[in-house]
Nanobody, 122 residues
C-alpha cells in the first residue's frame, strides 16, 4: 500500500514563499512519477507540476512556470514543491500524487495524499 503524506502548507502574504513536502512510503513500478495538483473551492482539481524519480525531469503548468520548482530526494522518497512569488490565486488545497507516468492528467495517478492547505493573502 502506497501512502503519501504532505506537509508545509500555511498562510503567507502575496509575494511570499512556501515549500511543500510529500513523503511516500514505497516506490514501485507503478509510482515512477510524482505530481502536485491543487483544488480551489468550487473549482476542478488542476495540475501544477510533475517529476520522474529516475531522470528528475520536470513538467509545469503554465500558471506556475518560473515561480514554482519541483524536486525530489530519492534517498528520502520525498518530493518537494518550492513556491515563490505566491499570488492570491494560488490559494488552494495542494495534493501530492504518485503514478506510472509523468503526466498532467489526474487520471494517470493512482495514489493521492490527504492534501495541505495553502492560503495566500493579498
Amino acid at each position: 500500500q502506497v501512502q503519501l503524506v504532505e506537509s508545509g502548507g500555511g498562510l503567507v502574504q502575496a509575494g511570499g514563499s512556501l515549500r511543500l513536502s510529500c513523503a511516500t512510503s514505497v516506490r514501485t513500478f507503478s509510482t515512477v512519477a510524482m505530481g502536485w495538483f491543487r483544488q480551489a473551492p468550487g473549482k476542478e482539481r488542476e495540475f501544477v507540476a510533475a517529476i520522474s524519480w529516475t531522470a528528475g525531469s520536470t513538467y509545469y503548468a503554465d500558471s506556475v512556470k518560473g515561480r514554482f520548482t519541483m524536486s525530489r530526494d530519492n534517498a528520502k522518497n520525498t518530493v518537494y514543491l518550492q513556491m515563490n512569488s505566491l499570488k492570491p490565486e494560488d490559494t488552494a488545497v495542494y495534493y501530492c500524487a504518485a503514478g506510472s507516468r509523468r503526466s498532467s492528467w489526474k487520471g494517470d495517478y493512482d495514489y493521492w495524499g490527504q492534501g495541505t492547505q495553502v492560503t495566500v493573502s493579498s
